[in-house]
């Protein structure tokens, strides 16, 4: 069975500040997936990234950054110089490539406030 | 493209009525599927589809039935609504699992009395 924990259920920083979301994840499958999404007050939810267990290099993309560690089965999450736009709940995710059981396991999610 | 959309966007029902769910995508998606969100739980999955006639359970499935006769569209129905279903129900849909990221509607707000 695959597990995905978020820890941090809430955070708050001042604006500016640097964040990192956790996400520990369990899964005995050697091939899976690995997302981030953000669910902004507006209740959509948002794909910010997509990484697969064979590609541990960590990814930028702007003021955003992801750490992928599978020796921790770690998969966090760093917003630098945070802005009042980033307040939202952060979801991370698991997906195994399991023919016909296949599902997107998502943890419980991180509140983040971005206080101005 | 509409992408996901999801109908109603809120609804009020009594214990005991009955509902449907309408979620429609114009991505070609073969994979659907129907979340529940609910505080502190994250998202859980209720059921899914992997193409057009075919359906699954997921996590959650109990208290909710799926049908998916056209590729574009994902029906969730309640037969018998009871409180503890009152959430927010999101609909996604991916080209295909693992490998793709879902696309999520913008949710449904229940509210069961």
């Known amino acids: 069975a695959q597990k995905v924990t978020q820890a941090q259920t809430e955070i708050s920083v001042v604006e500016k500040e640097d964040v990192t979301l956790d996400c520990v994840y369990e899964?005995?499958?050697?091939?899976?997936?690995l997302f981030w999404y953000k669910q902004p007050p507006s209740g959509e939810l948002v794909f910010l990234i997509r990484?697969?267990?064979?590609?541990?290099q960590n990814e930028i993309s702007g003021r955003y950054s992801w750490n992928f560690q599978k020796s921790t089965s770690s998969f966090n999450f760093t917003i630098t110089a945070s802005q009042v736009v980033d307040s939202a709940v952060y979801f991370c995710a698991l997906s195994v490539l399991n023919f016909g059981n296949e599902k997107l396991t998502f943890g419980t999610g991180t509140r983040l406030t971005i206080i101005p | 493209n509409a992408g996901v959309t999801q109908t109603p966007k809120f609804r009020v029902l009594k214990t005991g009525q009955s509902m449907t769910l309408l979620c429609a995508q114009d991505?070609?998606?073969?994979?659907m599927y129907w979340y529940r969100q609910d505080p502190g739980m994250g998202l859980r999955l209720i059921h899914y589809s992997v193409g057009e006639g075919t359906t699954a359970k997921g996590e959650v499935p109990d208290g909710y039935n799926v049908s998916r006769l056209k590729k574009q569209n994902f029906l969730l129905g309640l037969e018998s609504a009871a409180p503890s279903q009152t959430s927010v129900y999101f609909c996604?849909?991916?080209?295909?699992?693992?490998?793709?990221?879902?696309?999520f509607g913008p949710g449904t707000r229940l509210t069961v009395l």
């Open positions: 996604a849909s991916s080209y295909r699992v693992g490998t793709n990221e879902q696309f």
């Open positions: 990484r697969n267990s064979f590609d541990e």
């Open positions: 899964t005995r499958d050697t091939t899976y997936y």
């Open positions: 991505m070609n998606h073969e994979y």
